[in-house]
Structure formats: C-alpha cells, structure tokens
Nanobody
Framework: QVQLVESGGGLVQPGGSLRLSCAASGIRFSIYAMGWYRQAPGKQRELVATIFSDGDTNYAGSVKGRFTISRDNAKNTVYLQMNSLKPEDAAVYYC?????????WGQGTQVTVSS
C-alpha cells in the first residue's frame, strides 16, 4: 500500500522560496507519474504540477515559470521547488501517485506566505 510523506513547508515572505519533498513507499515509484496538489481553506484541491515517468512535466498556469517539479527515482522522492511565492500560493501541499492506487493521501505540508 502506498505511503506518502510530505515535508518542507513553512512560513515564507512574498517573493520567497521553499522546496517541498515527498517520500513515497509501497509503489514501484519509477513507473508512476507523480503530482503535487494543493488545497487552500474553503477551496477544492487542485493539481499544480505533474512529472511523468519519463521526466516530462506539466504545470498549472498559476504556477508556471515559478514552480519546478523534479524526481529522484533512486530515493523514491519527488520535489517541488517554489520560487517567487505569492500569498495565493498558501495552502496545504500534497503529493500523489498518478494514477491513484488508492484513496490514501499523506498528511500534507503547510505553506504559509505572509509578510
């Protein structure tokens, strides 16, 4: 069964940067696409970045040019480098295998953007 552990969130000023990490286990990590999602209070969870098994990436328009998703298959880990953060980026960030193998989600990591 998949397990996902997100980390790296925190409080950052507008314009700042954070690097999120997600360690996965229980799946054959290298063959899955991985996505970073976020959910702000009162809003639906949204997909912000995807990295496919071949390394191709895709981004939501709201983060394109500011966020970079990457993966290390040797470590079963996916990363999200977030630069030029804006207050509207504040949310709980989650990673998930694509396609989903279950309804399980990790605990997420909180990102707060505030001066």
């Amino acid at each position: 069964q998949v397990q996902l552990v997100e980390s790296g969130g925190g409080l950052v000023q507008p314009g700042g940067s954070l690097r999120l990490s997600c360690a996965a286990s229980g799946i054959r990590f290298s063959i899955y696409a991985m996505g970073w999602y976020r959910q702000a209070p009162g809003k639906q969870r949204e997909l912000v970045a995807t990295i496919f098994s071949d390394g191709d990436t895709n981004y939501a328009g709201s983060v394109k040019g500011r966020f970079t998703i990457s993966r290390d298959n040797a470590k079963n880990t996916v990363y999200l480098q977030m630069n030029s953060l804006k207050p509207e980026d504040a949310a709980v960030y989650y990673c998930k295998e694509i396609p989903s193998t279950s309804d399980y989600w990790g605990q997420g990591t909180q990102v707060t953007v505030s001066s």
